[in-house]
Nanobody
Framework: VQLVESGGGLVQAGGSLRLSCTASGFTFEDYAIGWFRQAPGKERELVAG???????NYADSVKGRFTISRDNAKNALYLQMNSLKPEDTAVYYC?????????WGQGTQVTVSS
């Protein structure tokens, strides 16, 4: 089982980034998948999630700015991040959940400069 994030980087406030997460080793389409983030000194938090049926949910702090999507044919999860703010700076992780099973990626750093 493997989840691999990519697309992080350094961007100025107001800019955009698109994160990707590719999965292997499990039946991706059966899993709820989400993006989490962890800033230095803070707990990991849910950013956005999408169920196997395509229902999405977002943290209040990113609503209207971030969009989560999935492509089951490619075993891929995406996070389009627009209007980025310095407080969005964190390591972003993808996570797959199915029943008792949770799988995490290794994370990708997103840094937003003011």
């Amino acid at each position: 089982v493997q989840l691999v994030e990519s697309g992080g980087g350094l961007v100025q406030a107001g800019g955009s980034l698109r994160l990707s997460c590719t999965a292997s080793g499990f039946t991706f389409e059966d899993y709820a998948i989400g993006w989490f983030r962890q800033a230095p000194g803070k707990e990991r938090e849910l950013v956005a999630g999408i169920t196997s049926g395509g229902i999405t949910n977002y943290a209040d702090s990113v609503k209207g700015r971030f969009t989560i999507s999935r492509d089951n044919a490619k075993n891929a999860l995406y996070l389009q991040m627009n209007s980025l703010k310095p407080e969005d700076t964190a390591v972003y992780y993808c996570k797959g959940t199915y029943g008792q099973y949770d799988y995490w990626g290794q994370g990708t750093q997103v840094t937003v400069s003011s």
